[in-house]
Each structure stands twice: as C-alpha cells, then as structure tokens.
C-alpha cells in the first residue's frame, strides 16, 4: 500500500468539516460534489479513487455516479499530474498570433507532447481551449495562474525557475509519482482529453461501398447524403483507393 | 456616431483598486443596493430592468425582463444563478469584470435576486478563474462583514444568501441548463427544454440565470434610470456593451460601447488594423458566430444589424482578421473547439463535430478532397437544430462562412497526388 492511500483516512477525517461547511451552503447535498474534489485535488494533487469513495459515501450517492461526473470536467486530473502544470492556449485568438509557435517551444523544450507529463514529474503539458485572455496571446495557466503575452524568452525563464524552485506559483501538491498521461481512456487508446469521442476511431464504419477507412469520409456521407447527392466523392475515392484493391487482386490471384 | 468608448461598467478599472470595498463605495457602490432594499419593491426592479430594454449579455441577447417575468406568481422558493462561466472563443469582458470590479457583479447578483423575490443567489464560476474566485470570495466576505448580504438585511427583514460555485473546466457549462446540472453536482449536460428554468431550474425550483455583465448593467440603471439607459443604443438594441476585441488589432481589449457603434469604428477603437494590414473579416459575436466581411463592416454593431448581416452580437467577442489569415486553419480551430466540447449527449454534434474535425483536419495538411467543400457546406443541415443545445448548432456557421468566402484557401489544400489517400497512406508501393 503506498503511502497516500496509508494517510487518506487521516487527510479525510481532517477534511470531512469543511465538507460539511460546503453542504451546508446548499439546498441537496449533491451539490457539494464538486467544490468537495476541488478541496481534495488540492491536497492530493489529483482526485483519487479514496477521494471519490469518500464523497460518494459523503453524499450517499453510488461511485460510479461520482466518477463518472468527476470524469465529465477537464480541471479534475483522476491520475497524478506533474508538480507544474502548464496548460496553454489553443483558442482562434491566440493562434492567429502565433500560439502554434508558443507550443512548439513548450514541446521542444519540455520533450513531452499534449496531455503528457515529463518522467521526472515536475511537469504535466496541455494545450487547452480559450482561457479568455484573448487580449494578450499568447496565454497560458501554470497551476491556474495566468501568464499572459508569452515569448520564447519569457517560457526558458519560466521553466528554469521552476526546475530551480524559485517559480512565483507554488507547485501542486504531489503525493504519488505520475504517469505519462493523467488521462484515462477507455480500452487503452491515445488520450483525446474530449468530453465525448465520437465513433472517430471506427476502425470499419459500416459502409455500402467497402472502402471504409479512419479518414470519417464515409461516415459522413452516410450522415449527409440520404439520396446520394454526393455519389462523386464515392467515384472519386473508388479512383483514390483503385491501386491497393488492384494490388490485392493481384496477390490474392498469386496465391492460387 | 462618433467612435467613443464610454466607461460604464468598466469606469474606474485600472485607475482605482475597485476590490477594496472602501473605495467601491466611496464611488456610489452598494448605494443602489442599499435603496432599493430600504426602498424599492422587487416590482419596481423589474420594472426598470424592463424599461430600460437590457439584453442578456452572454449570447442569446434575449430581454432580461421579459425572462425574469417568465417566473411563475407563486411564493414558491426561486433561485438567481449569476452566470460566469465565461468560455466563449474570443469573450474575455467577464473574466476582466470578475477580478477587477468584483463588487459590482455581486451588487448586480444582489439587485438581480431582489428583484426576482428570491433569497438564495449562486454564481457559477469558471474552474480557470482561480484567482477570480479568491478575489470574488474576499469581496463577498467584506460584503458580508457590512451588512450587505446575509439576514435581515438593513433592517428591513429581507434576507440573501450568496453561493459561490466553482466549475471545474468545461465550456459547456456556460448553457445554463448544463450550468444547472453542474451545480447540482452532476455532469454538465444540457437539459430538455421545456421546461426552461424560470419554470423549473435548480433544484427544480424557478430559476433565472443570467450573465455576469448583464446583472453589473443593473447598478447603472437603477441609479441613472432606465430612461438614461434605453437612450443609448439602437431601437431594439439598447444602452452599452463592452466588446472584446482581439485578433491582428494593434490594441486589442476590453472596450465599453454604446451599441450600434459601426463595425469599422470598433476596430478603429481598437487602434485600427496591426502593421496597416487590411481588415478582411471579422467574427462579431464569438466562437458561435458566423464572420461578416467588407461589405458590412460598415454595419451598426447591435443584435438585429449583425443578425441582418448573417452572423450575431453572441457574447460580444470581436475577433479581427487580416489578410494573411489562414482561413482553413481558423476554420479547424473553431471545429476543433465545439468537438473538444461536446457533452456527446445528441447524436449530430458528438458525430458531425468530430467528422468535420477530421475532415478540416486533411484540409490543413493538404489532403482534402475536392467533394469535400460541397459537403462541409451542405452538412450544417445534418447537425444544426437538431441537438438539445446551442453547441451543436455552433459547429457550422464561422466554417460555412469562411469555406464560401474563401474557397481558393480550401481549394489549394485539395489533394493533388492521384496516388495518395485522405488518411496518408500511399496506396501504389504500400506493403499492403
């Protein structure tokens, strides 16, 4: 047993009056659902299952009930994270002034990707939706402290200070080693970071023609196109995809 | 109309710490409050919202009095929710009035519960603003130690309590059915309507949720009169809004307007167009809107002009592009947004938003077939209107409108090889 699950039941005795206090706030308990993973992130660095068990029998609703709403907001991290998390924007705004550039600084310099934290868990990388900071792009959020109008200059700073430990925002609370990724997808796939993933990685949609691929053409024209108004885009893919079908007529004519 | 900024809600911001409670007050804060508690029925705060002609704020621009006289005439306990789960692509005015004058949103909250007869408000912040939150709880703390909030307020009996709610990082939120379910502590998912929430909201008691630059606009309006108000503005389209303006503008910002200031004056406001590029569109209203084009930046920004141009006044995010714009990459962005952020509950938006994302996605590394342009066009009729909420509906219109503007961007992105696919993969020379 590691040692954050030994110090949960103290942590949550230590907790459990200011969850009270919170439910107290409001007319059905449930609704202290999320202020009260709010509080235990903030001390666990992540919301942990312990930390949802707790709740659920907190407010006498079921587990899957808290961890499937725990699942639904972005903000609450269900595996542990790097002591800095930094989550930058991707908005219109801010990447029609160059926030692609920002990333690539980030990616470069931090050698991790999107929704990945570095192995020495100090830092966990996201890029993320609008932070309504449009007026000073390129933004970001470490630990959700803004930092507006990044420079390259102003990212090497920031990084050196925290790997220094003297960066103004106080790192998260860390009380497990993190992992690649602090998301968690179904059936082992890439994590998305969506709210809903769609059928986008059917591996063969259901399609008349046989040609089904990744790509969501298909899909689309069995969404759109009731009365095959769009029967050129199925030529033009029947054209497109001709030479791997020949040559799998060919080795399939080898064989006999 | 002359291109004038006016200071209303944003008067005093970054000349004065409008966080102390102190100075708020000593610039006439807390002083409508004040009378229309000691003075004022909850009638008579309607009744001046009304008449002032105010509009919600956040994007659907509908009659702020006309959505509190929806609530039922019963003693019935009823909720007022303060919307500040600002996420809109482009909208940063909230997130400004938040931090900066965190005493006149909750002084909007307050006129806003009274004048609804209710005794519980909440606001629902969004999960980003951290440090919204701190601030805003320590307003409401001084707030509290005056007397301003809690029971028998000024003596008079009436008591108002003040929730404040955390979200925890999902634009969806910000639809105030799915507002409603995340305060309940469920999932953020948007509500069959009917019933809307004046009927039955949180709690399943009647509810108004109203945005958080909507609610501050009362505190002018109580003490300049609704007259002053309704006297600024267009014929439907009344008094001021500030206007988030970003993009290749040379200042970007903030801006308090009176409506109906033209298209062009906005952005002459914002210091006019960076390094003297050319404005070529603009998206008037926020990641939902569609963009307008020259031939209507000389238009009044106001609700019925920018709908007659096509697109909509949404939330007042005014995203200015220029020339070198790389319109298929907006157009991803944009799509990638509303993908990111479907809740999946319907069916069109989970599907359509993703396929389009992946179709836009060849686009921008020039593999997209030429029958897509068609189809992107024509998909809106297989997404739009048929969701539960506004999201789902939002997928479309910027894409539509750049894709037909600008079809030589998307045209040049088509795949040209005969020998590639769409997913990548060669297909002559492949090891099968």
Known sequence: MNERIEAFPALAAELKPQCAAIVAQYEDPRSALLPMMHLFQAREGFVSPEAMRFAAEFLDLSPAVVESTVSFYTLF???PVGKYVLQVCRGLSCSISGAQAIHKIFRDRLGIGHLQTTDDGLFSYEEVECLAACDKPTCMQVNLDFVYSLTPEAIDGMIAAMRGGTYATAPMAQTETPGKTWKVEQGGEVATGRKSKGARDVSAPDNPGGLGDKAGVIMLDRIVDRDFAFRGRTDERVVLERPAQIKELVSEDASH | MAAVVTPVLTAGIGEADLRDIGVYRKRGGYAQWERAVRELKPADVLEACDKSGLRGRGGAGFPTGRKWSFLPKTDAPRYLVCNCDEAEPGTFKDHMLLEETPH???????????GIGSHHAFIYIRGEFKTGYDIFMAALADARGAGLVGKDLFGTGYDLEVTVHRGAGAYICGEETALLNSLEGKRGEPRLKPPFPAVEGLYRMPTVVNNVETLAYLVPILEKGPEWFASVGTEKSKGYKIVSVSGHVEKPGNYEIALGTTVNEIVEIAGGMRDGRKLVAVQPGGGSSACIFEEHFDAPYDYESIAKAGSMLGSGAF??????????AAAHNMVRFFAHESCGQCTPCREGGHWLETVLARFVEGRGLMSDLEMMKRVSSTITGLNLCALGDSIEPFLKSVLVRFPAQF??????????????????????
């Open chain 1, 77 to 79: 991290f269900r595996r």
């Open chain 2, 104 to 114: 006149l949103v909750l002084e909007g909250m307050l006129l806003g519960a009274y």
């Open chain 2, 319 to 328: 995203v200015a592009f220029d020339e070198t714009t790389d319109f298929v």
């Open chain 2, 411 to 432: 045209e040049a992105r088509v795949l040209r090889d005969p020998f590639e696919t769409p997913t990548g993969v060669r297909s002559s020379g492949s090891s099968g």
